[in-house]
């Protein structure tokens, strides 16, 4: 054959793979009059744009502070005459392309990222018949290219990203001698290169991403053995550490990955072992969540490729452009993943009403409701929290029964803390559960589920409960049910007693959100409760304040809407608490006996519960000493600071509610209270003596004279002061 021939024959080749090109890329695009009917369940749903100009493979693809998508060097088809160094700039606005300045170097399998800390991108390393450590800054500005100082290590098939210090990491790869396991700091203020600590697994064409958390994770890859691998290890840059995380569900290399708009970060097709020794194309789709450890698997590409790019551009969308599929060596789709308006998560329905919990008697409802004391007129709450924890794979009870409404409200009446007040389903205690029955679910992954509540109808944070695949019980009014989905202007709910679907039942807003997080950390909580007007003011030893207080309105009969459970119980919750001192200030608008019950939990979710009797009135206020041991809550401990201002102004409180039925009586208290006081700082026997006085006194008329109620008070204002 001559050279002639030669070379037309392969001009021929040449047209007839861009016509094939062409003819792909009309193919894959789908009008915007179709969306709407295409992306019905899809999450994402992967919609054609205007293709890439250039087809490509393991290209370098990231995202400018505009938003717009920059497609850099990779492959341009087979053989390595096929080395690009194109630059492509995606604008998402306008579904338009521009051609860029051209990079330095024809190069493929390089790391290229963008950093915000100066808007200029990076290119590092890369494949050319051979090995590089070369790396350029690239200005999008002045679209201008700079050399700068070449990483320590020759390699390609590395990944670069920015960390949260503004610096570039550079992670894994390969060259001539096999895999690398270098990771190398570049500080683009000083030009300079570090050696950090290496790559736990090293791996090449693996996915690197820097989390919102400050967290650089190292998802995938392969060692150049037909070995694909599904770790993810996380680095921390600040302390120079890595850690193993949860593993990706799909073992894979030269995949696309990048975070998505929600923080979470999403891998889409690349090239994957499906468990069973085969090997292959994959269009595969999962998102990892990095608060929770947690993946989900989402809807697949419409293709499976690998050697794509994944981006995250300014209108909030991923987008998965080029690669390589079964059929054709370089592809230029550009396919966008629109974020489905409607999510619904796998949350069982579980109805109150069901045999044979329903007659079950709820709580201690026979007492506050003795002729309609069951599950089925009280229990939404407590139905409620079945569903959070079967969803999240808790089906046994510590004891290693099933979980199910009746089975929880036994085990909450077993509990010191189950309910609070009349029938309210103590959430603290729930999350305690979780992490007590860990060893009887095989499939809850976490460690606990951590409790927190929102005050307020915060869609916002619903929404994106949901989205990270969390279900939140709401409140509405006298009712509980739980929010699992989003389904355009309004939410999907379970309820546990009537057969609504939306939220838009119940006028489409909520009075609180009550939250359960998948975590391994912290249970530690302090809970206060009283029933009437009780002002609650919590400080910690610097005297800021702390903790939100609210009031609880009792639960609704929901088959007689006319009954409610009992009183409202003002509450006051305050999250993960340091250990060590508190100060709690009580206050009341009238004239009453309080009784303040204080939860002190550990971080074990181990609680320790102290009752504190006092008396108020709108001139006073108590101050209650709280210690907390968030090691060991058996040690934690509460006092009332009690002093003969505040034991005469309590006798005086109780006289005016008649607990004190005698004038002369609560007088000789008074005095003898005075007296003990004037011969406190020179004559403590005899304040002493007195105040012994006192408390006989007490003691000899409690239940005739001196009512219960007010012996309790003084009971504990005497002792206090002896003791003090």
């Known amino acids: 054959m001559n050279t002639v021939t030669g070379n037309l024959k392969n001009l021929h080749k040449l047209l007839l793979l861009l016509f094939c090109f062409s003819v792909l890329s009309i193919f894959l695009f789908i009008s915007p009059t179709a969306i709407a009917d295409t992306c019905l369940n899809?999450?994402?749903?992967?919609?054609?744009?205007?293709?890439?100009?250039?087809?490509?493979?393991?290209?370098?693809?990231?995202?400018?502070?505009?938003?717009?998508?920059?497609?850099?060097?990779?492959?341009?088809?087979?053989?390595?005459?096929?080395?690009?160094?194109?630059?492509?700039?995606?604008?998402?606005?306008?579904?338009?392309?521009?051609?860029?300045?051209?990079?330095?170097?024809?190069?493929?399998?390089?790391?290229?990222?963008?950093?915000?800390?100066?808007?200029?991108?990076?290119?590092?390393?890369?494949?050319?018949?051979g090995v590089f450590n070369d790396v350029y800054e690239y200005n999008p500005t002045s679209d201008t290219w700079t050399a700068k100082t070449p990483m320590p290590s020759k390699r390609f098939g590395l990944r670069l990203v920015v960390g949260s210090n503004g610096k570039l990491y550079a992670v894994g790869g390969k060259n001539d001698a096999g895999l690398v396991d270098a990771v190398?700091?570049?500080?683009?203020?000083?030009?300079?290169?570090?050696?950090?600590?290496?790559?736990?697994?090293?791996?090449?064409?693996?996915?690197?991403?820097?989390?919102?958390?400050?967290?650089i994770y190292a998802i995938g890859g392969d060692n150049d053995q037909a070995h694909y691998f599904n770790i993810v290890e996380e680095y921390n840059p600040i302390t120079n550490t890595w850690i193993t995380k949860n593993p990706m569900p799909t073992a894979r290399s030269d995949m696309g990955v990048s975070l998505n708009s929600e923080g979470n970060i999403v891998v889409a097709g690349g090239y994957a072992d499906n468990g069973a020794g085969i090997s292959g194309y994959t269009n595969v789709v999962e998102e990892y969540n990095p608060t929770t450890d947690t993946w989900t698997t989402k809807t697949p590409l419409p293709v499976a490729t690998y050697a794509l790019g994944l981006a995250l551009a300014g209108d909030g969308n991923l987008y998965a452009i080029g690669g390589q599929t079964e059929s054709n060596p370089v592809i230029?789709?550009?396919?966008?993943?629109?974020?489905?308006?409607?999510?619904?998560?796998?949350?069982?329905?579980?109805?109150?009403?069901s045999d044979p919990w329903q007659s079950q008697i709820y709580d201690s409802a026979n007492r506050w409701s003795p002729l309609s004391p069951t599950i089925r007129d009280w229990g939404c709450a407590m139905t409620s929290a079945v569903m959070i924890l079967k969803y999240y794979g808790i089906n046994k009870l510590p004891d290693n029964t099933d979980i199910n409404p009746g089975s929880l409200n036994t085990w909450l009446n077993n509990q010191p803390d189950g309910y609070v007040g009349d029938g309210l389903t103590n959430w603290i205690a729930i999350s305690r559960l979780s992490k007590l029955a860990k060893t009887h679910n095989p499939d809850f992954k976490y460690g606990a589920l951590e409790f927190s509540k929102i005050w307020g109808d915060d869609k916002n944070q619903l929404t994106?409960?949901?989205?990270?695949?969390?279900?939140?019980?709401?409140?509405?009014?006298?009712?509980?049910?739980?929010?699992?989905?989003?389904?355009?202007?309004?939410?999907?709910?379970?309820?546990?007693?009537?057969?609504?679907?939306?939220?838009?039942?119940?006028?489409?807003?909520?009075?609180?959100?009550?939250?359960?997080?998948?975590?391994?950390?912290?249970?530690?909580?302090?809970?206060?409760?009283?029933?009437?007007?009780?002002?609650?003011?919590?400080?910690?030893?610097?005297?800021?304040?702390?903790?939100?207080?609210?009031?609880?309105?009792?639960?609704?009969?929901?088959?007689?809407?006319?009954?409610?459970?009992g009183k409202p119980l003002e509450i006051l919750y305050v999250q993960k608490p340091d250990g060590g001192d508190y100060q709690v200030y009580l206050t009341a608008e009238n004239l009453k006996i309080y009784e303040l019950k204080i939860y002190l939990y550990d971080q074990e979710g181990n609680v320790n519960i102290k009752n504190q009797k006092g008396i108020?009135?709108?001139?006073?206020?108590?101050?209650?000493?709280?210690?907390?041991?968030?090691?060991?809550?058996?040690?934690?401990?509460?006092?009332?600071?009690?002093?003969?201002?505040?034991?005469?102004?309590?006798?005086?409180?109780?006289?005016?509610?008649?607990?004190?039925?005698?004038?002369?009586?609560?007088?000789?208290?008074?005095?003898?209270?005075?007296?003990?006081?004037?011969?406190?700082?020179?004559?403590?026997?005899?304040?002493?003596?007195?105040?012994?006085?006192?408390?006989?006194?007490?003691?000899?008329?409690?239940?005739?004279?001196?009512?219960?109620?007010?012996y309790q008070i003084l009971d504990y204002d005497i002792k206090y002061l002896k003791n003090n």
């Not at 749903?45 to 502070?65: E, L, S």
């Open 616 to 710: 108020l009135d709108p001139a006073g206020q108590d101050i209650i000493n709280i210690n907390l041991d968030k090691n060991d809550s058996s040690n934690s401990s509460i006092k009332k600071i009690v002093t003969f201002q505040s034991t005469i102004n309590d006798v005086n409180r109780l006289r005016k509610l008649n607990l004190i039925l005698n004038n002369a009586i609560s007088k000789n208290l008074i005095n003898l209270i005075k007296n003990a006081e004037k011969d406190f700082t020179k004559r403590k026997k005899t304040a002493l003596l007195r105040l012994n006085a006192f408390e006989f006194l007490i003691n000899s008329l409690r239940g005739i004279i001196i009512k219960e109620e007010a």
């Open 42 to 129: 899809q999450d994402p749903c992967w919609t054609a744009k205007a293709p890439m100009p250039t087809p490509r493979r393991d290209f370098g693809i990231a995202t400018d502070a505009d938003g717009n998508i920059y497609a850099v060097g990779g492959y341009g088809g087979y053989g390595y005459r096929w080395l690009l160094n194109v630059v492509e700039m995606y604008d998402p606005k306008n579904d338009t392309w521009m051609i860029k300045s051209q990079a330095p170097v024809l190069r493929n399998s390089m790391g290229f990222t963008f950093n915000p800390t100066n808007n200029n991108f990076y290119f590092t390393g890369g494949y050319n018949e």
């Open 332 to 353: 230029n789709s550009n396919y966008v993943g629109i974020k489905s308006s409607e999510i619904d998560l796998n949350v069982p329905l579980i109805k109150q009403t």
């Open 464 to 565: 994106n409960d949901i989205k990270n695949n969390q279900p939140d019980i709401l409140e509405v009014p006298g009712h509980f049910i739980v929010g699992k989905g989003i389904k355009e202007n309004t939410f999907n709910i379970n309820d546990p007693y009537y057969d609504r679907l939306t939220l838009e039942d119940y006028s489409n807003t909520f009075l609180t959100l009550n939250r359960y997080i998948p975590s391994d950390s912290d249970l530690s909580y302090i809970m206060l409760t009283s029933e009437g007007s009780l002002k609650i003011s919590f400080k910690d030893s610097s005297n800021n304040p702390l903790g939100v207080q609210f009031t609880q309105q009792p639960l609704v009969n929901d088959s007689d809407n006319s009954k409610t459970s």
């Open 184 to 215: 190398e700091e570049y500080d683009p203020i000083t030009n300079l290169w570090t050696t950090k600590n290496t790559i736990p697994t090293p791996r090449s064409n693996l996915g690197l991403v820097a989390a919102p958390n400050g967290m």
